[in-house]
């Protein structure tokens, strides 16, 4: 029914940047709040970055300052600008969002497959 898609990752030296995008397509009325998450090898899965419907943004300290995350509501969008990137950065980063279904009138998470960074020192 829904379906989050990410982008934009790859290989980048420490202090490059890298823009991460997630689509999310279906039926569904409305996309509340949107989060990037991260896990690497050995890891749990971690909150990196989360928006609510109306713009406001929340992080960890561990990327504060250096990660930014955005949306675009008319293109179900939900993007990750992320700059001076560090070799502990590397993981892969998901999406999720948290879409109200009219069918079920009520609200479901959904995760995207992942993509992806890998920071070299």
């Known amino acids: 029914q829904v379906q989050l898609v990410e982008s934009g990752g790859g290989l980048v030296q420490a202090g490059g940047s890298l823009r991460l995008s997630c689509v999310a397509s279906?039926?569904?009325?409305?996309?509340?709040?949107m989060r990037w998450y991260r896990q690497a090898p050995g890891e749990q899965r971690e909150l990196v970055a989360a928006?609510?419907?109306?713009?406001?943004?929340n992080y960890p300290d561990s990327v504060k300052g250096r990660f930014t995350i955005s949306r675009d509501n008319a293109k179900n969008t939900v993007y990750l600008q992320m700059n001076s990137l560090k070799p502990e950065d590397t993981a892969v980063y998901y999406c999720n969002a948290d879409v109200f279904l009219p069918t079920y009138i009520s609200t479901f998470r959904y995760w995207g497959q992942g993509t992806q960074v890998t920071v070299s020192s």
């Open positions: 928006i609510t419907s109306d713009g406001s943004t």
């Open positions: 279906g039926s569904f009325s409305k996309i509340n709040a």
